[in-house]
């Protein structure tokens, strides 16, 4: 009798304390950087839910925004959230936070690069020295930026050149073949930090040792959440709601700044959110 | 329900507009896959035929264990191997293979070298000893006899040669890590595939397996007749 009570009791505490699941899809970036892993565990303990973190390229995340197969999206390409929004797939678009690319390449740099203030011109020099430059290629968040740069530097990279490779992977791996191939890519400033110790081949060449010193505005680099449109159906849209406040409001915004400093010696990330420039 | 329909439209669609980048991605997949079960062939039918006419193979407690554990070596573990040898800092670094085609190629032998030379040792040990006891009698060489007895027991050594083939040609992991994925250099269709579906381009990303799987089959088809050719 006593250990059937037992088992009622754990049965009940199990059904009672089942969390709310949010499925949140987002770049490579925020979680290869360790970010969210230090900051989701507040939100699942205050809100009582899960939150499955599906970390894919900004193309991937959009598109699971778009078939519903996720509640809410955190990414970095505002070309395509505003599309996203636009084609009525999100219920509105708020600023999270703000990192910044940079390029980075050989430490011989054959370009001749190093040091330059802005992207366009250093990107013409690689493409007049034919340097070996490795692009994402995957529609990631970075490569929509990439090819942004290029195409305000006047140039169109042809991907079957010899110089060009579009490799269509994470950063981590462009990262690597850039560090054993002698080739330069452009990186969030992020995950270089976290890899440069694997990473022995390669320097920041242009973007400045901090996001201070960068001079190049172009290479700032907005994230922003999107909770996804509830007509899609089984879409948690409150929960969706809850998160993007909470991802907002100065408290986690002070998290988010403050997080890498111990590590990197400098934030990985800088807040952003209305609320955080309103403070 | 009807998405998926919409995207099986697309993916037909896209298999017959003949994209030239399509085809070189196909052309490398079989080239790739051609060249590694060429040299897992070369290597392994030899090496499983000979322990498998062995009367006693030797250590067989240690090396049976060994070769069958081979033919399941997950693809990355053997990946991140040729990577490791073949990089800047590795041992054979200086030939800068990596992220080339032959890089893939050597990745992919060494998955499909365990397969064949398991299945053919399998295959040969079957086959009746009192065969060997003939052939032997009437006075044939080593080789004389291995071939006669590879021809005898043909059925599995082709059935050693589509499992390789089977397991390379799906493989992901391996090429991803050596070839790196370069467009119109290190692409095939299994890494095609993943980027695609990353990209959320999955019509294209169906259409490129529908390729890969109409490929095995054709492959499949000529081995299989190759297999009752007598």
Excluded at chain 1, 13 to 41: F, H, K, Q, W, Y
Excluded at chain 1, 159 to 175: A, E, F, H, R, V
Aim: include cysteine; hydrophobic fraction near 50%; charged fraction near 15%.
């Amino acid at each position: 009798m006593f250990v059937l009570t037992l088992l009622l009791v754990f049965l009940a505490a199990c059904g009672s304390s089942e969390p709310e699941v949010l499925r949140l899809a987002t770049t490579t970036s925020t979680a290869d950087s360790g970010l969210l892993e230090a900051i989701l565990p507040e939100f699942e303990a205050s809100h009582d839910a899960r939150v499955d973190v599906v970390a894919v390229g900004t193309g991937q995340a959009i598109a699971l925004g778009e078939a519903g197969d996720a509640d809410v999206i955190l990414v970095h390409a505002r070309s395509r959230e505003d599309a996203f929004l636009a084609a009525g797939h999100g219920t509105g678009r708020y600023d999270v936070m703000v990192n910044d690319f940079v390029i980075v390449g050989p430490a011989d740099d054959p370009a001749g690069i190093q040091g330059m203030a802005t992207t366009q011109e250093a990107l013409t020099a690689v493409a007049a020295a034919e340097a070996i430059f490795a692009s994402r290629g995957d529609d990631s968040g970075t490569h929509t930026k990439e090819l942004q740069l290029w195409t305000a530097a006047g140039i169109t990279p042809d991907p079957n050149s010899s110089w060009y490779k579009s490799l269509g992977q994470g950063m981590g791996d462009t990262l690597l073949f850039a560090n054993e191939t002698g080739a330069y890519t452009l990186t969030d400033r992020g995950t270089f930090l976290s890899m440069q110790a694997n990473l022995p081949n390669l320097t920041i060449v242009v973007g400045g040792a901090t996001i201070a010193e960068n001079g190049d505005p172009a290479l700032l680099n907005p994230y922003g959440v999107i909770p996804v449109n509830p007509d899609k159906g089984n879409i948690n849209d409150e929960l969706a709601q809850e998160f993007a406040e909470w991802l907002t409001s100065v408290d986690i915004q002070e998290k988010i700044g403050e997080y890498g400093r111990e590590q990197f010696g400098q934030p990985l990330f800088y807040p952003d959110s209305e609320a955080w420039r309103n403070r | 329900m009807h998405i998926l329909v919409q995207v099986f439209q697309n993916a037909v669609q896209l298999l017959f507009s003949f994209d030239p980048e399509l085809w070189s991605i196909v052309a490398l997949t079989l080239r790739v896959t051609g060249f590694a079960l060429f040299f897992a062939m070369l290597i392994g039918i030899p090496i499983g035929a000979g322990l498998g006419l062995m009367g006693r193979i030797p250590a067989a407690g240690c090396l049976l264990p060994l070769i069958y554990t081979g033919m399941g070596l997950p693809p990355v573990v053997v990946g991140l191997c040729v990577y490791l040898l073949l990089s800047n800092q590795g041992p054979l670094g200086d030939w800068g293979w990596l992220f080339t085609p032959s890089a893939m190629i050597l990745a992919q032998t060494v998955i499909a070298l365990p397969l064949v030379v398991g299945l053919t040792l399998t295959a040969v040990r079957a086959t009746d000893p009192m065969l060997h006891l003939q052939l032997r009698s009437l006075g044939a060489t080593r080789v004389q006899l291995a071939w006669t007895v590879l021809r005898e027991t043909r059925l599995g050594v082709v059935a050693a040669i589509v499992a390789a083939f089977g397991s390379i040609i799906s493989e992901v992991g391996a090429v991803m890590l050596v070839g790196g994925n370069i467009q119109g250099e290190t692409r095939v269709l299994t890494t095609a595939i993943v980027l695609e579906t990353r990209r959320g381009n999955f019509a294209l990303a169906l259409a490129l397996g529908i390729i890969l799987l109409g490929l095995a089959f054709v492959t499949n088809l000529v081995l299989y007749g190759l297999q009752r050719r007598d």
